[in-house]
């Protein structure tokens, strides 16, 4: 909350008057500048960090952050670039690009980091996912599905990656697999709203839907 964020300013604002080279000081006042919607401040710290530890992929990758939550995303991806070009398993930033990417449209270019991304992190969940999704918005369903199925054998209970290979089913109508895997889903998040909803309109259009 506010007030831990606030007390975090100062004991870092401290650290950092102690001692100017403590890098992941500097990195962790960026977070809680950033938290806080100092941006200005936050970029200025996180630069800081860096000039004190050139080879530093989390920096990046939270500067990267801060990039997107500013808007910039050309500098937002870069930034990512730079912090797996150092850290190559660093999940969080390949999967930060292919959501980026895929949201500005950009879906051949999301395909080639996904692969990228695939070399270093073959197991892991959230960049099968990703991928699953363009592939999905490609109509290429049978290298999604196989992509959506990797993504739930490596984290099975990951309710939301069965709603999404639900919705695959569902607009490649393969509707009685879209209805299991929408029950599933449920199984797994009684709550969760777009599984509800997806599975509705199914019911309701196959006339299964009990009125």
């Known amino acids: 909350d506010q007030g831990h964020l ?11 008057d102690i001692r100017p080279d403590f890098a992941a000081a500097w990195m962790n006042l960026g977070i809680v500048q950033a938290s806080l919607g100092d ?7 996180y630069l800081t960090a860096l000039q004190h530890r ?11 952050n801060l990039y997107l939550e500013m808007g910039d995303h050309k500098a937002a991806l ?3 670039t730079n912090a797996t070009s150092l850290k190559p398993t660093l999940a969080v930033a ?12 950009q879906y051949e270019p999301a395909l080639d980091v996904a692969q990228q991304a695939l ?9 099968h996912f990703n991928l699953a999704n363009t592939l999905g918005k490609l109509s290429r369903y049978e290298e999604s599905e196989k992509h959506f199925l990797e993504a739930t054998i490596l984290d099975p209970n990951n309710a939301n990656y069965w709603a999404n290979l639900g919705v695959l089913y569902h ?4 509707y009685e697999k879209a209805e299991r895997t929408y029950v599933h889903a449920l199984r797994l998040n009684p709550s969760l709203k777009s599984a509800q909803e997806n599975l509705s309109m199914l019911l309701k259009a196959t006339g299964k839907l009990k009125r």
């Open 6 to 16: 606030d007390e975090a300013l100062h004991l870092l604002k401290r650290a950092v």
């Open 119 to 127: 070399q270093h992190l073959a197991t892991e969940p959230a960049i």
């Open 78 to 80: 870069s930034t990512w």
């Open 94 to 105: 390949w999967t930060n690009m292919l959501i980026l990417l895929d949201a500005q449209g």
């Open 171 to 174: 607009r490649w109508r393969r």
């Open 39 to 45: 941006h200005q401040e936050a970029q200025a710290s």
């Open 54 to 64: 050139a080879v530093y992929p989390d920096c990046l990758y939270n500067l990267g």
